[in-house]
DNA sequence: TAAAAAATTTAGACAAGTCTAAATTTTAAT
DNA sequence: ATTAAAATTTAGACTTGTCTAAATTTTTTA
């Protein structure tokens, strides 16, 4: 099969492609915490496997076979994280570490099971959606809260940043998937927001309001 | 932490371990299905970090740190065995390679919460015991069907070959953990044995008979 | 649109882990 | 107690994936 290394590069090629058609050295170096260099030599060898479209210079995007392996990675880390937060009783900012060594279990009839066990579940612990075992799934983008308008109300349903911090800051505040809240006001000055949720009232900051998600 | 590479040269020196008190280069070279020069650099570099001790042309053994070391990841290899039979009814012949990727996975926190989910079992799909989270279990040896008298009878509690043939041959003739058998007769000329089950008569080779164990 | 800045690639080096072939040490056999 | 055989180690090479520094290409800016 395929490297760590490169499912890696599969993965984060793809997570960057969603805001872009093709990504760029700098961006996959960024995100994999390496240098430009590694990546130029890697693009390589994933191109001479039909991984990658790739031309020096021009950035790279998956081809069908790289975006397969791609997803089925993702499948795998968005499952086992669930399995961590739903049976093993971790929290939501505990389980991504974990996840990122279990996604590259090679065993495909072992991920369909463990899905199976768990109910076939649609989202992970973070609100993101798990791809069927054909690799299916709905990936359409949410909205930040700080889209929203004054007095309007929605229902967070996912995350930007998966990071421990700012999941702990959620989880404080109860500003968990699944609950409703109200925009009341935004602070034109830095962009803050009070919104009111089921449980308070809660001044977030900008970043905040762009890494938390809504339907 | 330490390198996959270097996780499971500590854990076939544990398992060799068990005959003798010092393994030779070669015995390892053939269990990790390398060559000896590989396991010369190996040993080397694992006396460096004082994992194993080791003495040019002497063979090698395992210090307390390199000892416990490969005990947690027998740990892990077996809950995970167990967790694949038990949860997502995987066939005790199928389990082996899945367990031997995720013995991997390096937090111990979740092999400890997988270990609770499970209701902390005692002993694998292939009957061998599960450290506890110190690391302590009894490792006492079962003795091979091949020494049991005629006429006296015995509970399987083991195997010591858990390649997929060996265990397949087993299912099908109902020779599992727990089943007790009888032997009726040895046959003189190849030493292979008549053995009456609880569900039928079977004759068994040399070989099978070594390779299943009693208590 | 030419120079400066930023992004990217190439060249050459390195570490881990492996290999083959040759050299060395240990063990077995006469 | 030598010699032959077996086991083991060393030397040198190769692969994967990484890095720094230098070279090249693209993009930006004036």
């Not at 984060?12 to 961006?27: G, K, M, P, R």
């Not at 967070?156 to 968990?176: M, R």
């Amino acid at each position: 099969m395929n490297t760590l290394a490169e499912e890696n590069y599969l993965k984060s090629i793809y997570h960057l492609s969603f805001d872009a058609e093709t990504v760029s050295t700098n961006q996959i170096a960024a995100l994999l915490n390496t240098k430009a260099a590694s990546v130029s030599d890697m693009l390589k060898k994933l191109a001479d496997k039909e991984l990658v479209n790739y031309a020096k210079y021009q950035g790279a995007s998956l081809t069908p076979a790289g975006k397969k392996i791609a997803v089925s990675i993702i499948r795998k880390h968005r499952l086992w994280e669930y399995f961590l937060v739903e049976k093993l009783n971790f929290k939501w900012d505990e389980v991504h570490d974990m996840a990122e060594e279990m996604e590259h279990i090679s065993s495909t009839e072992l991920i369909d099971r463990l899905d199976k066990f768990m109910g076939y579940p649609r989202r992970d612990p973070h609100g993101d959606p798990i791809p069927d075992s054909n690799g299916n799934f709905k990936n359409h983008k949410l909205a930040p809260v700080a889209t929203v308008k004054v007095n309007a109300s929605c229902v967070i349903s996912g995350v930007s940043d998966h990071s421990p911090i700012f999941l702990q800051y959620l989880e404080k505040h109860k500003l968990t998937i699944g609950k409703t809240i109200n925009v009341i006001d935004v602070i034109e000055y830095d962009n803050s927001m009070i919104i009111q949720t089921e449980d308070n009232k809660i001044h977030i900051s900008r970043d905040v309001a762009n890494n938390l998600l809504i339907i």
